[in-house]
């Protein structure tokens, strides 16, 4: 995790350049957020100077009046300019499993308010110490992967899995879940992955003879396959959960039980859309193209790498002089690293823009949800002691982002989940350190 009083900021905010962030409607801000909003609005430019005349009136009060207890987070995801805002007053920027550590590892910080998706926020507090609490700054910015893994589209479908195939199955949760699916991998002896170890901990499950349900991205869990060798007629992927109830007779049993793998139906819009197509374009240019594989298969078989969001960016920092980089990710992450590139003498593209394509750019939507007056809003309520409850979040609560519904476990519950979702993580961890 890059934290820049530690190492210098990894972001650079420059004077002249409006700051990027399409404002969203006034009527999607929740109430007690609507005055930050019509502020924000109101504002004459958005030039660096002015934003932080108006964002310091309402952070730095928040910072002197929880001092060391508060800590801002942000994924490299966010829309535009957050990750530079939250880095500037001393913030935290990373992707979600290095999130989730970071309240873990700073015991002090008692007030964690984190700019990105509601499942990251949970992951958070699920790994939090009981006296730190996490919010996050807007309760609607979902992620779409996981907002087709709801629990309860999951769990009737793993548990017709286990019906069928007992302990001989395990399950394998993408950090993209919910607690509650994190919990289901705790208790069927599996666990939690990341983009840079599923092949780490698949391999593990495989050792014990184990067959593997992989929730929720079906291009991860195939990439992850082909990488550990898994012949693909051995990979099942269940229907997409949008068709209707998931009945195992109607994917084929006998398919199902010759898979090694079975694969949850979902995917993540961003990246589904890359294929080898615009690979070869940027490559025939001199391009090196690196994808997250979150992509399809054929799009990672064809880049000259793929990895984690941190890869990506280390690979980008450790790109020399003069190289030519093709990025498949995120939009804002790959804008994010352009503004970057000049100072290095590093060319930086979207893989996505090529001439006739109309998805160039393509940014995580919802993610940006949490733009400066979500930021704005949160830490001033938070100082004057009224923050929306719905803002909290614990382990265990699902969210629904359409209609602001949320569903809270009860204490007991909740303490059960923890335990059953830490389980998870830790032994990823363990296969990781290869304690396992
Ligand atoms: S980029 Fe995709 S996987 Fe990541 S949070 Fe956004 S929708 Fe989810």
């Excluded at 006034?26 to 660096?48: G, H, S, T, V």
């Excluded at 994190?182 to 992955?193: D, E, N, P, S, Y």
């Excluded at 009224?386 to 204490?411: C, F, K, Q, Y």
């Amino acid at each position: 995790m890059t934290n820049h009083a530690a190492t210098g900021p990894r972001f650079h905010l420059q004077p002249e350049l409006p700051v990027c962030q399409t404002d969203l409607p006034l009527d999607w801000y929740q109430d007690e957020f609507k005055p930050y909003a019509e502020e924000y609005m109101a504002l004459p430019d958005r030039l660096p100077a002015t934003l932080f005349r108006w964002l310091d009136r309402y952070v730095k009060p928040a910072q002197a009046h929880f001092g060391d207890s508060l800590l801002l987070l942000a994924h490299f995801y966010m829309g535009g300019e957050i990750v530079k805002l939250v880095e500037r007053y001393g913030g935290a920027v990373a992707d979600s499993y290095q999130l989730a550590l970071a309240a873990r590892n700073a015991p002090e910080k008692k007030v964690i308010v984190e700019s990105a998706v509601h499942f990251m926020a949970e992951a958070i507090a699920i790994l939090a110490h009981p006296d730190q609490a996490v919010w996050i700054t807007n309760p609607k910015a979902g992620c779409t992967m996981e907002m087709l893994a709801k629990d309860h589209m999951v769990l009737p479908v793993a548990d017709q899995l286990l019906e069928r195939y007992g302990d001989a199955l395990t399950t394998v949760a993408y950090m993209n879940t919910g607690g509650r699916l994190k919990a289901l991998a705790g208790r069927t002896g599996g666990a939690v992955c990341t983009s840079s170890n599923a092949h780490q901990v698949v391999a593990w499950c495989r050792k014990q003879g184990k067959k593997v349900f992989f929730v929720p991205d079906e291009h991860l869990g195939r990439n992850t396959a082909h990488k550990l060798g898994i012949p693909l007629e051995r990979v099942v992927a269940l229907p997409d959960p949008r068709r209707g109830q998931i009945v195992l007779s109607q994917v084929g049993l006998e398919r199902l039980d010759r898979a090694e793998m079975i694969l949850w139906g979902s995917s993540c819009g961003v990246h589904t859309i890359f294929s080898p197509a615009m690979v070869r374009y940027w490559q025939e240019r001199g391009y090196r193209v690196l994808v997250h594989p979150e992509s399809p298969l054929e799009t990672v078989l064809a880049a000259d790498g793929s990895g984690s969001t941190n890869y990506l960016w280390n690979e980008f920092e450790k790109t020399p002089r003069g190289g030519k980089l093709a990025i498949g990710t995120e939009g804002h992450f790959v804008k994010n690293a352009r503004s970057e590139s000049a100072t290095r003498g590093v060319e930086v593209v979207h893989l996505a823009e090529i001439p006739g394509s109309t998805l160039g750019g393509c940014g995580c939507a919802t993610m940006s949800r949490n733009d400066p007056p979500h930021l704005a809003g949160m830490l001033d309520l938070l100082r004057q002691g009224h923050a929306p409850e719905i803002n909290r979040v614990l382990a265990g609560d699902v969210m629904n982002e359409r209609t602001m519904g949320r569903e809270r476990l009860s204490e007991r519950e909740r303490l059960e989940l923890v335990s059953e979702a830490r389980t998870a993580l830790e032994r990823m961890i363990s296969v990781v350190e290869g304690r396992a």
